[in-house]
């Protein structure tokens, strides 16, 4: 397939591991906004989680065009059960970016219901969807 193919695959890979680190990190720091009780300390880590926010978005647009590149013009994947499947997480992944940015309006706007405990059962969710999709890709069982 050649070297085009070999970047793209390079770069998906590289801001699909940095968009996941940061939906790793962000429902880190919603546990500690649920517990804070200082007003300072609150608005730091309320900043914290909007950078980090816009920047996993911004990293979230080339990632999802770059994948979309490997399957439709190189054919990886193409009509093969695991890559459905792959799409259909894909697809629950950004509904869980979706729901952290929900979830960063309720803090900015002072409506959070949820405990620091449920954020951090919240936390996991991208790590199952993470090994999920990796094994679907590397053992491709389908």
Request: charged fraction near 10%; charge should be positive; hydrophobic fraction near 55%.
């Amino acid at each position: 397939m050649g070297n085009a193919y070999l970047w793209t695959k390079t770069f998906h890979i590289v801001l699909i591991t940095s968009w996941f680190a940061g939906l790793f990190y962000l429902p880190r720091i919603f546990v500690n906004l649920a517990s804070e009780t200082d007003p300072t300390a609150y608005e730091r880590l309320l900043g914290m989680a909007g950078r980090l926010y816009r920047f996993i978005t911004i990293l979230m647009i080339p990632a999802l065009i770059l994948g979309l590149l490997l399957w439709f013009y190189f054919g990886i994947g193409a009509g093969m059960v695991w890559m459905n499947l792959k799409f259909f997480f894909v697809l629950i992944i950004l509904g869980y970016h979706h729901a952290c940015g929900k979830l960063l309006k309720q803090f900015r706007l002072r409506t959070n219901t949820h405990s620091h405990q449920w954020y951090r059962w919240f936390n996991e969710a991208p790590v199952i969807l993470l090994i999920i999709v990796v094994a679907l890709v590397v053992i491709k069982p389908f």
